[in-house]
């Protein structure tokens, strides 16, 4: 498996990440293209004024699907993600602003796909829209999938076997997480202008339809393994 | 970046781990290796009788250093990581047994990494020793790194600036979770018999030194951003 990072010029709010991403690189059949939710938040212009810690807490809080106040940042869930501050951050903005998540990621990363294989003329293509995240008790980010499109975001290996011939009753791979963490190690958290990280020999399975990887990928608390820790 | 997964035989339980990997692979001089953990403790001899669910719950009791009953799975805290019952494992372990994980995984490392870089004769090699994790409220498993050793697990971007000249504050990205995520993914979870990838062109920081990467990465649950949510 190969990882290609993309170093891009930097896109100018409103611009569209068609024609964007198109200019800046080259995709293949059966390429996985993993894109920053950042790149999104560009191209639909999803700036917020913000100067205070204040109004950084109350954008966050209104982005949220639930709030949960911190000490160094406030924790959000969205989207099926547990992030910091609602993934509103003020680093890559510009000065005085926020930038915000696009407002709903699986349709605009399918729209995304939908447009490039039309204008690539390619069958087989992912996409993966990748944020940075933190795992618990871990220091230093980490990277998930906020979202896929045009491939399988699990890989089930209920009832295959392991080597000694026994059948797994629970292992399913989360192969979008899996990837876009080393995407996102290859983006960089600072200067680097590198939103685009192209994959190749990956082994996912795509698919032509279209479904809420979103969905597919979310637990309820309760069904979750770190249920006994978590106070919902 | 490339990653190679490497096919092997599979080990037989007591084998010497660094003849093992020497006869399976070829590695070159900057290269990273990811070793499942399963490969330690196979070599180690780490296999307990269990037949019974109790038996499970007795033995991932004894080896965690904090332990939570779960429903399905229970949940433990074990050298830096939240895992299911302690990493012990029926899977890919003989009928009627367990495999635990290695005693000191970081102590097993730096002694495999000592004596491949001697062995081979290259100055810069970095190892990873991986295992699945799950994360928060995400359906399917992922990977993480139990510990690493001959590079810098963490790559701290303080003091960096954002394309907007913005100095960066917290931004510290865990290498070794990030990389060892897709390697986990190359490595499966069934009879895949591929406990060991290469990955080449990672642009990790390589050190001589050795160091305790498991302390580095390990944050007390009150400096954690999940501690709104956790119960300890």
Partial sequence: MRFNPIKTRVMEPGEDILEFIISQ????????????TKLFSYSENRFLDCHTKAELKKIAKSEAERFYDGTLVDLSLKKGLLVANSGVDESNSMQGTVVLWPKDPQKSLDELHKNLKFKLGIKNLGLVMVDTIC?????????????????EIIDSKIGKKDIYGRELKFAKINVGDSLAATANYLMGEADEKTPLVIAK???????????????????????????????F
């Fill in 135 to 151: 795992n618990p008790l871990r220091d230093g980010v980490s990277g998930a999938a906020v979202c896929v499109s045009g491939f």
């Fill in 201 to 231: 020999d990956t082994n996912v399975k795509f698919r032509d339809t279209y479904y809420n990887s979103i969905e597919k990928v979310s637990m309820q608390p309760e069904d979750c393994m770190f249920a006994p820790i978590f106070k």
């Fill in 25 to 36: 690189c080259e995709i293949e059949d059966k390429a996985l293209l993993f894109i920053s």
